[in-house]
Structure formats: structure tokens, C-alpha cells
């Protein structure tokens, strides 16, 4: 684990004083915004209108799209039938669809890394046209977990999201040299590749009990990013061995007769020695092998069930 680097404080910016004026943003001048345009129109799509990003100046379009042309990125979370419904339900109740798509052109397909649900409700209530903001980098698909605000990922669906992002970015011959590490702004945090690994193999594993953990001894690899996933594949089996030597200290502890949705939380809490300590950095090998070997030798016997109400909090079991 890197020596953790002391908060820099942000500078205020004076009001007003970032990015273009709203005149500005009207100067679309850009070949790469023509041929954009060219293609949209050859997709049976419309271009709606052009302008500069006012806070980066870089010039996107406004498009009207064939709903049937539109697809997530194909390493998102799958949609939640429950809130596709419920947008379903706002668009038809006030007849309006209000909140354009993120979009990008992929081959000769869209591609949205935000805006699944609202693609979903739309293609649902059969409606034949999306509304997108184009935008002409094509790298802004790999932004996914930065720019999703429509629904609030959890743990599960964030690592799902990662280790498939890097999975793909593996595959793509002008990324596949790239460090694991130059990609820390779309992976946010190296437990979400670890915890997606475990996620593939086990789906219900509480990943929350072990992300304390993997938040002290993870971190991103200078490793390329195809090579990067084979020790990410290593890593997430270590995690699923704890996992193994976990649950049966939780299995004992019920056949006790305690209970708690927090039991594997408590567990874990008790042999995680990190937490305890104050060094900056660990080895994630050795860490993680005191930590199971503790887990494997569990005391169940001297555990009360008023010392698993005291600890109390944490994710329960089952996310």
C-alpha cells in the first residue's frame, strides 16, 4: 500500500472566472464535429445542435438517435427492472423525456455509458427516438463509474462494472501496454478489480466485510493491464479462500446459536490485525495469509452474543 499522500486543499476559484462565456460556447467550429455530424445524419439520426462544453471547451452535439441504434457499454451493470419501471412511469405520467443520454459512436452503433435506464424504460414504452449529448471521444465510455448519477451503484455492481471495464480495455491492442495504475480515475479504487474478481465467482459473497481490508494492502499495479488481470485474478482467489475460512467460523458461531446479520463483519473485524495498526503500507501476500490463518483458527467458543451486539454496524452478510 502506498504512504498515503497529505490532503491538498482546494483552491477556491473566484465566481465566474472558469470556462467559457455563453457566447463562447456557440463557436463550434471542428472537422471532428462535421464528420460526427455527417455520420449521425447517414445513421438515420438528427443533429439537434452543436456547442463547446462551457467548463473544458470541448464541442459536442445534441442529436436525436434511432432508439434501436443505442446500447449500453457492454461492461455495465445490468439495469434494475425496478427503476426502469419507475422511469417508465415519470415519462409517461407528465409526457415528456427530459434527461438526454450520455452517448458516444461505437463502430457504426451508439454506445451510452450513462443512461441505461432511461434507454431501457424508452425502448420499453416503444418509443422510436433517445435524445443524446455526443460526445466525440470515444474514451469517455471507459468514465462509466465517475459519470453514472442515475442510480447509485453498490459494491457489487461498482466491481462488476471494473473488472469488466478493464477487462475490455485489455482487449483493445492501443490500450493493452498501458499500466493498470495510468487508469485510477475509471477503476476509482483497486478493491473494486480485486472484489470484482470474487464477484464473477461468487456472486453473493459479502464483499463489504473484506473491502476494509483490501482498502489498507490493494493498490494499483504498474503492471500492463492484460498482465495486471492475471495477478487480479490471483488476488480475488486469496480473497475467496478468506472467504471459505469466514464462513465456516460463521457457520460454527450460529450452530452456537448467535445471531446477527453483522456475524461476518464480526469476524472478519476480529482478525483483521490492520486495523490496529499504524503502518502506512502492507504486503498484500503476507497480509492476507496472517489474516486467514486467523480466520481458520477462530475461537468460536469465546464469543458471547453481547459482543457481536457491541460491535454492531458494519454490512450485513448478504448485500
Excluded at 474478481?197 to 493498490?219: K, T
Excluded at 479462500?241 to 463483519?265: F, H, I, M, Q
Aim: glycine share 6%; net charge positive.
Amino acid at each position: 500500500m502506498p504512504q498515503r499522500k497529505k490532503a491538498v486543499r482546494r483552491k477556491k476559484a473566484a465566481a465566474g472566472s472558469i470556462g467559457l462565456t455563453a457566447a463562447e460556447t456557440a463557436n463550434t467550429a471542428s472537422p471532428e464535429l462535421d464528420r460526427l455530424a455527417a455520420q449521425v445524419s447517414s445513421d438515420g439520426g438528427a443533429v439537434l445542435g452543436r456547442y463547446r462544453d462551457p467548463f473544458g471547451g470541448k464541442p459536442l452535439l445534441f442529436a436525436a438517435l434511432p432508439v434501436d441504434r443505442v446500447e449500453p457499454t457492454p461492461y455495465q451493470r445490468d439495469p434494475s427492472d425496478t427503476h426502469v419501471k419507475r422511469l417508465m412511469g415519470v415519462v409517461e405520467k407528465i409526457g415528456l423525456f427530459l434527461d438526454p443520454i450520455i452517448a458516444i459512436r461505437h463502430d457504426d452503433q451508439y454506445w451510452t455509458p450513462n443512461g441505461n435506464h432511461r434507454l431501457q424504460a424508452l425502448k420499453k414504452l416503444g418509443v422510436r427516438t433517445i435524445v443524446a449529448l455526443l460526445v466525440p471521444d470515444p474514451e469517455v465510455a471507459f468514465k462509466i463509474l465517475a459519470l453514472n448519477t442515475e442510480k447509485a451503484h453498490n459494491l457489487r455492481e461498482k466491481s462488476l462494472e471494473t473488472i469488466r471495464m478493464a477487462r475490455a480495455l485489455a482487449r483493445r491492442s492501443d490500450n493493452s501496454a498501458e499500466a493498470e495504475a495510468s487508469f485510477g480515475f475509471e477503476f476509482e479504487q483497486p478493491a473494486f478489480l480485486t472484489l470484482g474478481v470474487c464477484y464473477e465467482e461468487r456472486p453473493r459473497i459479502s464483499g463489504g466485510a473484506y473491502q476494509s481490508i483490501l482498502r489498507r494492502v490493494d493498490e494499483f499495479l504498474d503492471e500492463p493491464i492484460a498482465k495486471a488481470l492475471k495477478e487480479r485474478e490471483r488476488r480475488g482467489r486469496k480473497i475467496l479462500k478468506l472467504d471459505d475460512a469466514v464462513s465456516a467460523a460463521v457457520d460454527k458461531l450460529k450452530a452456537r446459536g448467535l445471531t446477527s446479520p453483522y456475524l461476518r463483519s464480526f469476524v472478519v473485524s476480529r482478525v483483521n490485525y490492520t486495523r490496529f495498526s499504524k503502518a502506512t503500507s502492507f504486503d498484500f501476500d503476507d497480509t492476507l495469509d496472517k489474516i486467514i490463518a486467523g480466520a481458520a483458527k477462530f475461537n468460536v467458543d469465546r464469543v458471547k452474543q453481547e459482543d457481536v451486539a457491541k460491535s454492531g454496524g458494519g454490512p450485513p452478510d448478504e448485500e
